[in-house]
């Protein structure tokens, strides 16, 4: 079976872009009616389309990005043909954001900030006068 995706939309717009402008590029672009481009945009997490594949879900995502709206492809199915279901907590996460916790940093040595100054000739900090 190939890989099928969904493309979802979790409430991120364009910068510059209003949620009324997006609304009115969405029912322009697409002939939806207003009110149902106005749901799309306020409703969040959202699947804008189901059972695409890469192509398409490129496509979509590049026409929808045309009108203002910043839209993500996930796999639709895992492994064994299940259907996925869609989670998101509401907070955007970094990648690589696995930051050292407090401890690991305490541990660092402490004569580190008392060591010696490297740099060389006068006038590189406050406290050289002459």
């Not at 997490?45 to 995502?61: A, E, I, M």
């Not at 796999?75 to 690991?104: C, H, I, K, N, Q």
Request: proline residues 6%.
């Amino acid at each position: 079976m190939a890989e099928r995706y969904r493309l979802v939309y979790r409430g991120k717009l364009l910068p510059g872009m209003s949620p009324p402008l997006v609304a009115a590029n969405l029912s322009n672009m697409f002939g939806i009616a207003p009110e149902q481009a106005t749901e799309l945009v306020s409703t969040f997490p959202g699947v804008v389309r189901t059972d695409l594949d890469v192509d398409q879900g490129n496509r979509f995502q590049a026409a929808l990005a045309n009108a203002g709206l910043i839209t993500h492809l996930e796999p639709a199915y895992d492994a064994s043909g299940e259907s996925l279901p869609l989670t998101w907590d509401g907070v955007e996460r970094r990648a690589g954001g696995d930051r050292r916790s407090g401890l690991e940093r305490r541990a660092l040595k402490r004569e580190t900030s008392m060591r010696p100054d490297r740099r060389q000739g006068r006038g590189r900090r406050k406290s050289d006068k002459d």
